[in-house]
C-alpha cells in the first residue's frame, strides 16, 4: 500500500523476480476491505505517506485471514519509528529512499516466512487410499485433504468421540509411505472427518513438508505467493528484522 510511485516502481520488478502476484492499493480503506476478505502471504505498508497506513498494519494482527502474514512497514524517518513498527509486531523495516539492491535483500530474507506461512494453511486436494487403525480394526478410507497439519478423510463408518488411531497413506507421486498418529478433530455426521496430526516423527514431517511445498508450486506455476502492497501505504511472525536502505 503506497502512493509514492518510486517504491512502487522498486518493489513490483524486486517482488515478480521473485515470482511473487502483486497488488497495488493507493487507498487504505479499500487495503482494508480486501485485507478482511482475502488472504495475502505478505503486506507492505508505506507507513508516512499513505494516511490510515499505520491503523492498517496496527489492525492487521487481529484479521483472521493476515494475522499471520510477513509484513514490512516502508517509513521516511520522520514521524513513524522502527520501534513503533516492531511493536505492532511488523516483521521488516524499509526506510526510504528505498534501493533496488536493499529491496532485494529484505524480500529475499523475508521468502522463507512467506513460503512457510503458505505452506502452514495451504490445504491439498487429494483423493488417497487412507487406512484408520483404531485398536485391532482397521478401516479404509479415502483421503480428501491434507495439509501439514492434519488430513481429511471419507469415512465408512463414524469413529468414537477422542479417537487417536494410527493414520497410514502414500503421499500421490512417491514411495513415501505415511504412519502418523491422529486425533479426530471434527466429524459431520455423513463420513467426512478431519485428523490432526500427533506427534510425528521429525523426517516423516520434513518429507510431508517438501511434498506440500512441491504441490503447491504445481497449483502456482511460476508463483511462491502472493502479496499486497498498497500505494497509500502498503501492508510473519513479529520482529523477525530490520532491513535498512
Known amino acids: 500500500m503506497s502512493r509514492d510511485s518510486g517504491v512502487v516502481r522498486v518493489l513490483r520488478p524486486s517482488l515478480e523476480k521473485l515470482a511473487i502476484e502483486v497488488q497495488v492499493f493507493h487507498e487504505a480503506e479499500k487495503a482494508r476491505k480486501i485485507l478482511v476478505a482475502e488472504k495475502f502471504d505478505a503486506v507492505i ?17 487481529s484479521t483472521p485471514s493476515n494475522k499471520n502474514s510477513v509484513t514490512f512497514a516502508i517509513l521516511n524517518g520522520k514521524t513513524t519509528t522502527t520501534q513503533d513498527v516492531f511493536d505492532m509486531g511488523v516483521n521488516f523495516v524499509l526506510q526510504k529512499p528505498i534501493s533496488v539492491l536493499n529491496a532485494s535483500r529484505c524480500l529475499n530474507a523475508a521468502l522463507n516466512f512467506m513460503v512457510s ?25 479415502t483421503g480428501t485433504n491434507i495439509s501439514e497439519g492434519g488430513l481429511a478423510v471419507f469415512l465408512p463408518e463414524a469413529l468414537p468421540k477422542g479417537a487417536t488411531p494410527r493414520l497410514k497413506f502414500t503421499l500421490a507421486g512417491t514411495q513415501l509411505a505415511m504412519d502418523v498418529e491422529g486425533e479426530l478433530a471434527w466429524a459431520d455426521g455423513k463420513g467426512h472427518a478431519g485428523f490432526r496430526f500427533r506427534n510425528v516423527p521429525q523426517s516423516s514431517q520434513q518429507h510431508l513438508e517438501h511434498w506440500l511445498d512441491q504441490q503447491m508450486e ?21 520482529g523477525s528484522g530490520i532491513i535498512k536502505s
Open 45 to 61: 505498508v508505506d507507513c508516512d505517506d499513505v494516511r490510515g497506513g499505520v491503523e492498517i498494519l496496527r489492525s492487521l494482527r
Open 218 to 238: 504445481k497449483d502456482l506455476p511460476g508463483s511462491t505467493g502472493r502479496i499486497a502492497a498498497t500505494s497509500e501505504p502498503t501492508p510473519t511472525p513479529p
Open 117 to 141: 506461512e503458505r505452506r502452514r494453511y495451504f490445504r491439498q486436494p487429494v483423493r488417497m487410499l487412507v487406512r484408520v487403525a483404531v485398536g485391532d480394526r482397521e478401516l479404509r478410507a
